[in-house]
Each structure stands twice: as structure tokens, then as C-alpha cells.
């Protein structure tokens, strides 16, 4: 009892001090579906999902996107009878980095992080096929943001199970 009971003061010390949470890794992270055979897919369709906010960002996110798939051998269509689904989700958020020296008033540093993250997804059971999420320590600066999602998308592509032909 006495043991089980200092291992739960331990996990929850750990917890409390950042020791089992981790900072958020920044960079791309990819889930593939273990059982699907991608090489059969030649055909995509934009699904409705949580757009930007700004038209502009919205367009260059289809835009990159589009490129990587069509640079995958995939056709878009509007069609009900694609072969997958694509959707985008964009989150901003502050991170505080929490490990700083703060400053005179007792701020700790703070930057801003943009997360993208895309799916593809089966068409009548809206199962995910394969996801990718990327996590940029940058903000939305406009003269910036266009190279950054192309750099990011054609990151979150690397990883898609059917390459592009040579």
C-alpha cells in the first residue's frame, strides 16, 4: 500500500513539474493506415472542413496541397465517386517557454505556433488514410506565411506511401 501510494505521489510530481508532459515537438508528424493499399488510388475531391479564416491562407493551403497530390499522380475531381477525400484543419496558438528567463515584470517568452494539419480520407466512411500535422514556430506575417505552407505541405508529403514517378 505504502509503495503503490508513493508511486502515485511520484507520477503526479512528475506531472506536476513538466516531467511527463513533453513541450510540443515542432516539425511534421505523419499517420499512415497500416492496411490500405494506396497505389490504387488516382482520384481526390476537396471535402468541406475547418477552413482559414483569411481567403488568401485558404487559398494557398489548397493550392499546396493540390500540387503534392497531383505531384503523387492523383487527379482532382469534384465527382461523388472520387477515390479519396482531402480536408485541412489550421489552429494558431502562443506557446510559453516555460524553461526562459523571464523578464523584469515576470514574463516568460512567447512565440507564436501554427498548426496545419491534412487529411486523406476514404470518400463513404470518412476513415483517415493518412494523416499529417505540422506543428511551425512562426507566426502569420504575410510576406512570410506563402513560402511556409509550401515548405510545410511538401514536408507533410514526404511521408505519403506512394511516391511520385520518376
Not at 510530481?13 to 490500405?36: C, F, N, R, S, W
Not at 523578464?103 to 491534412?118: A, R
Request: glycine share 6%.
Amino acid at each position: 500500500m505504502r509503495r503503490s501510494l508513493a508511486a502515485g505521489l511520484l507520477v503526479l510530481l512528475a506531472a506536476a513539474t513538466g516531467g511527463g508532459a513533453q513541450m510540443p515537438k515542432y516539425g511534421v508528424i505523419t499517420k499512415v493506415d497500416e492496411h490500405t493499399d494506396f497505389s490504387k488510388f488516382k482520384t481526390y475531391a476537396w471535402e468541406e472542413g475547418w477552413l482559414a479564416y483569411d481567403r488568401d491562407l485558404h487559398a494557398q493551403i489548397v493550392a499546396a496541397v493540390d500540387k503534392e497530390m497531383t505531384a503523387r499522380g492523383f487527379t482532382k475531381t469534384t465527382a461523388e465517386d472520387c477515390d479519396v477525400t482531402v480536408v485541412y484543419a489550421t489552429l494558431h496558438r502562443t506557446d510559453v517557454d516555460l524553461k526562459a528567463k523571464h523578464s523584469p515584470e515576470g514574463f516568460y517568452p512567447t512565440y507564436p505556433v501554427t498548426t496545419l494539419v491534412v487529411l486523406v480520407r476514404d470518400p463513404q466512411t470518412h476513415k483517415e488514410l493518412y494523416r499529417a500535422r505540422a506543428d511551425t514556430r512562426e507566426g502569420l506575417e504575410p510576406e512570410r506565411i506563402g513560402d511556409t505552407i509550401k515548405t510545410e505541405v511538401a514536408r507533410m508529403f514526404e511521408d505519403y506511401p506512394s511516391r511520385p514517378s520518376k
